[in-house]
């Protein structure tokens, strides 16, 4: 059974972006926009390279481990005209990106957390900006960033 006073709540989460292409010199962070909606973090994958041949035991696929890879971040975000602007800018522009979990400092969320598993820090580009128009519900900015290389939990 879980501990509950360990579990993470989503509420409070954020989602920044870093003075630099790299989170390795990125120095400081700035939230992609006031309020942030929905996250889908980096996932981690891989490649799966088929070893079966003729003489494979039962007929059954065999695999190894190939490349790894991450998947896409998708978030969505309630917007201001000028936070519209900025993520147009950063429109195919590498950037340092960073996830911050709400357990930091135990629900606070935008800090720069350093303990384990309060971050995920990643490198990539905004690869889609669209505005969908819902009529009965606030119009809401849907974005995707290209993660590139491997993301670090920080």
Known sequence: MANLSQEVLGFGTDLLYGDTADYATASSYTSVATELVDIEPPTHDADAIKTKHFKSTSQWETSVPGWGKSGDVKFKAHF???EFNTLVGFHRVP?????????????GGSSSASAT???IKFNGWLKTIGVPVDLDGLVEVECTIDVSGKPAIA
């Open 80 to 82: 201001s005209p000028a």
């Open 117 to 119: 598993g309060d971050v």
């Open 95 to 107: 950037k340092a990106y960073k996830v911050v979990f709400a357990n930091y400092p135990y629900g």
